[in-house]
């Protein structure tokens, strides 16, 4: 399954919204939207910085992330960024393939 960091931070409406219930409470809510995509949430953090919050996300396929980021962010309480991340092994077969290619003024 392909895996995905994402990067969320809350709006002044989500950050209230989270003083109310708590990190276990958006546990719980962000577990659920994964889920009902058919994707696993592996981990999730809260931070301090540019992002409030950090997790790695097991999606089934790119529609179904698109989907859960969509719905996320259309509650106007998040916004967020999904990164693909790529395993180590894909990395090496991706370092073994034989490409045609030409740098510009070669």
Known sequence: MPKYLVQASYTA?????????GGTGRRTAV???????G????????????????CLIDMTDEVSM?????TARASGAVQSRAIP???????????R????????GA
Do not use: H, Q, W
């Open 13 to 21: 409406e989500g950050a209230k919204g989270l003083l109310a219930e």
């Open 97 to 104: 393939k034989k490409l045609d290619f030409r740098p510009p």
């Open 85 to 95: 991340l790529i395993s180590v092994e894909d990395i090496d077969a991706a370092a």
């Open 66 to 70: 698109a989907a859960t980021a969509l």
């Open 39 to 54: 994707g696993t949430l592996e981990a999730m953090y809260f931070a301090f910085g540019d992002d409030d919050l950090y």
């Open 31 to 37: 577990e659920n939207l994964v889920t009902s995509c």
